[in-house]
């Protein structure tokens, strides 16, 4: 149980396009999901906080116009990196909270051109 | 803000031997989780300790969380080549649910 996917697993895009990451958990419902952002040999990094019918919560540091997030139900949350530039290239990670854990989406690798 | 250190950033050890990791809290924590990640993998939840000084074991892991709530470590006796990965902890931040990663610890085990 309390299984999380994301798609696309990887996405390769041209400088200045959108790209739009889901996170789904697929056996439970969570009301608050994480976005992270990991650079290689780095640790996670919290982009922000999605909470299910209201506006996410983004840590100090992170643009919430270039990094939109929507978390329309219990299931899905969605990140959009706009106008992608090649340092916004890293692997994001996407979490569930269910029962006081966190469990982890298997990541997307974006690759900004 | 609040920050949570680990130590060593890396380590590599012979098969057989044993590896430990320690973290440090600038704050209190209420709790503390650890994480293992793979090499191309995604963090995948080990265990989280609640109670001041309280020693959990799974299998050839040991996890302490020390008496000040500020600390805690991860002991893997005799290290096999599938510990490789890299060991996180995480303590909770302001906010429900969220969690502080520390810089985590890599391991690598020489076969």
């Known amino acids: 149980g309390a299984v999380v996917s994301q798609h696309p697993s990887w996405v390769i895009c041209k400088s200045g396009t959108s790209v739009k990451i889901e996170c789904r958990s697929l056996d439970f419902q969570a ?7 990991q650079f290689p040999k780095q640790s ?33 949350s969605t990140l959009t990196v706009t106008s992608a530039h090649p340092e916004d290239s890293s692997f ?21 051109l | 803000g609040q920050q949570v250190m680990q130590i060593p950033q890396y380590q590599h050890v012979q ?23 793979r090499p191309g993998g995604h963090p995948v939840f080990l265990i989280q300790l609640v109670k001041s000084g309280e020693v959990k074991k799974q299998k050839r892991l040991t996890f302490q969380f020390g008496e000040a709530k500020k600390n805690s470590s991860l ?9 490789v990965g890299t060991y996180f902890c995480a303590g909770p931040g302001a906010g429900t649910y969220k969690y502080i990663f520390g810089t985590g610890t890599r391991l690598k085990v020489l076969a």
């Open chain 1, 44 to 76: 996670l990094m919290l982009m922000a906080t999605s909470n299910e019918g209201s506006k996410a919560t983004y840590e100090q540091g992170v643009e919430k116009d270039k990094f939109l997030i929507n978390h329309a139900s219990l299931t899905l």
């Open chain 2, 15 to 37: 098969e057989g031997e044993d590896f430990t990791t320690y973290c440090n809290s600038s704050t209190t924590l209420s709790n503390i989780q650890w994480y293992k990640q």
């Open chain 1, 31 to 37: 009301t608050t999901m994480f976005w992270y952002r």
């Open chain 1, 92 to 112: 994001y990670i996407c979490s569930a909270a269910h029962s006081d854990t966190q469990y982890f989406g298997p990541g997307t690798r974006l690759t900004v």
């Open chain 2, 75 to 83: 002991h893997i006796t005799a290290t096999q080549t599938t510990d």
